[in-house]
């Protein structure tokens, strides 16, 4: 059983920053794959980044050189840092789990978070 608690979204100008966190529950918090996603208004939910459980991380094409994940394992939370952010990252994320030891390629999330709105002004 995972629980994951999503924060930090908000409403922030073009250009601007925001920290999302993720609080998980798990007693093997470092063992598993963790994502971001995005779903938009009318569009599919997308992943935009995740870590893998040995480091790893991967980022879509659309975020990559603007976002950075990052997690802490003592605290059991993972991070996304969104920076330079654009109108078009406007869209409910959300966190998620997968509670598999995964190091490479894609994966379906095991539990998923509320979702918090992230909204970008022009």
């Known amino acids: 059983q995972v629980q994951l608690v999503e924060s930090g979204g908000g409403l922030v100008q073009a250009g601007g920053s925001l920290r999302l966190s993720c609080a998980a529950s798990?007693?093997?918090?470092?063992?598993?794959?963790m994502g971001w996603f995005r779903q938009a208004p009318g569009k599919e939910r997308e992943m935009v980044a995740s870590?893998?459980?040995?480091?790893?991380?991967y980022y879509d094409d659309s975020v990559k050189g603007r976002f950075t994940v990052s997690r802490d394992n003592v605290k059991k939370t993972v991070y996304l840092q969104m920076n330079s952010l654009k109108p078009e990252d406007t869209a409910v994320y959300y966190c998620?789990?997968?509670?598999?030891?995964?190091?490479?390629?894609?994966?379906?999330?095991?539990?998923w978070g509320q979702g918090t709105q992230v909204t970008v002004t022009s």
């Open positions: 998620a789990a997968k509670t598999s030891y995964l190091t490479y390629g894609s994966w379906t999330p095991d539990y």
């Open positions: 798990g007693r093997t918090f470092s063992s598993y794959a």
């Open positions: 870590m893998y459980s040995g480091g790893s991380t």
